[in-house]
């Protein structure tokens, strides 16, 4: 099974901040990588696809990057509604695997 | 406009049974995997069952492998997730999910989930 590895699991910023998430595969998953963004008491809504594609309607201050095992989940310029737990997904071979989360908060 | 709600959650003893329920609305239901994701309480997603567009495929989570199924109904656009031999680590938040396209993620629209708890 391919273990999915986020980091930091928990971070502060501040409104019109850039910040970074990394997800890191346990084996090559080419492209094959999602982004999630869950709001508290809400369901995931799907940011980005295929490690850099963004989804319909999303902002385009967020943005993805990497392939193979290495991959980078930016938002540039923070806002408040970016508050939430966002999570990487890999979709390159059962069973589908999820990053640990990591929880955004405003400072 | 593309819904998918949940139903058939709630409190179960261990070792008992659950079906739960989503019905879908918006789209093309017969073109799209649809999947079973929860969500323990204050805890990250885990994958749980995937069933192709056409449900001639299945996909389970060792975890739930063996006690769990996932069919769905074509003709009324719904998915299930048959539930046997509960566990307390089963407890969670049960959301369906649809596959962006075909038969694989990433899922591009979910539910509002269902809550599963299950307790003596």
């Known amino acids: 099974d391919i273990q999915m590895t986020q980091s930091p699991s928990s971070l502060s910023a501040s409104i019109g901040d850039s910040v970074i998430i990394t997800c890191q595969a346990s084996q090559d998953i080419s492209s094959f990588l999602s982004w999630y963004q869950q709001r508290p008491g809400k369901a995931p809504n799907l940011l980005i696809y295929d490690a850099t594609t963004l989804q319909t309607g999303v902002p385009s201050r967020f943005r993805g990057s990497g392939s193979g095992t290495h991959f980078t989940f930016t938002i540039s310029s923070l806002q408040p509604e970016d508050v939430a737990t966002y999570y990487c997904q890999q979709y390159d071979s059962l069973p589908y695997s999820l990053g640990q989360g990591t929880k955004l908060e405003i400072k | 406009e593309v819904r998918l709600v949940e139903s058939g959650g709630g409190l179960v003893q261990p070792g008992g049974s659950l079906r739960l329920s989503c019905a879908t609305s918006?789209?093309?239901?017969?073109?799209?995997?649809m999947n079973w994701v929860r969500q323990a309480p204050g805890k990250g997603l885990e994958w749980v069952s995937s069933m192709s567009g056409g449900g001639g495929r299945s996909y389970y989570a060792a975890s739930v492998k063996g006690r769990f199924t996932i069919s769905r109904d074509n003709s009324n656009n719904m998915v299930f997730l048959q539930m046997n031999s509960l566990r307390a680590e089963d407890t969670a938040v049960y959301y369906c999910a649809k596959v962006r396209y075909g038969d694989y993620p990433p899922w591009d629209y979910w539910g509002q989930g269902t809550v599963v708890s299950v307790s003596s």
């Open positions: 918006g789209f093309t239901f017969r073109h799209y995997a």
